[in-house]
């Protein structure tokens, strides 16, 4: 099974890491100095190689319960607010996807 992360996040997590080599340049190791900036490259030229994925994120949601005068019962979905009827509940909001099993973090 694939494992899908973020290619923004291991940008911004090398980037980090990046201060770290960069901390260990010296003026008078040019073979150190090339390394370092052949590792940079490389990871830069990978990680935008790397394919990406057709995935969307999983959005939570949770059916909030609301008494309307003459109504009923009735629940919106916490993250696009659809109104449906408690016979129309589902495992995922029909509008926006949102999945509704467990809690919303
Ligand atoms: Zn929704």
């Known amino acids: 099974m694939s ?4 290619r923004e996040e291991i940008r911004d997590c090398y980037v980090s890491i990046k ?4 901390s ?3 003026d008078n190791n040019a073979i150190l100095n090339d390394t370092l900036d052949k590792i940079d490259f490389y990871v830069f030229t990978y990680l935008n190689k790397c394919p990406s994925a057709d995935v969307r994120e999983n959005v939570k949601g ?5 008494y309307i005068e003459r109504e ?7 993250n696009c607010n ?11 909001c029909p509008n926006c996807g949102a999945d509704m099993r467990g809690k919303k973090e």
């Open 72 to 78: 009923g019962y009735c629940y919106f979905c916490s």
């Open 82 to 92: 659809l109104e449906v009827l408690e016979s129309d509940l589902s495992n995922f």
């Open 19 to 22: 201060d770290v080599i960069n």
């Open 24 to 26: 260990h340049r010296n």
């Open 3 to 6: 494992d899908y992360i973020s």
């Open 62 to 66: 949770e059916w909030i319960e609301k």
